[in-house]
């Protein structure tokens, strides 16, 4: 019988697996800001310890790559994809961008995660869901009153230094992230 740490890693390893065979990710996710569009602002917003940042601050010598994910606390597929962009974020930095993560997760939720996984990059909070509707990436099928409410749609943007979204990558379903290599495939293609 699998003890409760060993069905987590088998859970996590599946997972693992579905996002590194994931079909190519979408040109363009079908939500949210458009390649070619100034990126919506993020104002201050603090990150998993309670710090105010400003996405600028937070991009690599090109940009930054942008994520959006439903909760770090309670979303397997989405502790899966931070742990596994948090293994090609050296590669995304080896080519001038920084990763970033931003979910409806409060700072206390994001910082037990950051600490629990060895997570290397900055994982902002946006617990009203501000920063999410800006981007247009509110998930519409949660109510008020549902624990997700407020959840962004998962989506990738790549964004330039300028603030111009140069890429977006999402799958139709929340079930299934752009791996790492279309991340760093959509990195590659931008001149």
Known sequence: MLTYPDRRALVAAALLAVL???????????????????????GVIADHNGTPRRLAELAGSKGVVLMFFRSAGWCPFCQVQLMAMNEGAAEFERRG???VGLSYDDSAVAKTFVERRAITFPLLSDPKSVVIDRW?????QYPVGNRAHGVPRPAIFVVNRQGVIRASLAEETYQKRPPVAEVIKAIDSIR
Do not use: E, H, Q
């Open 20 to 42: 590194t065979v994931a079909g190519p990710a979408l040109a363009d996710a079908p939500f949210g800001p458009k390649v070619g569009s100034r990126a919506p602002d993020l």
């Open 97 to 99: 961008y920084k990763i």
């Open 136 to 140: 247009g990436l509110r998930d519409p």
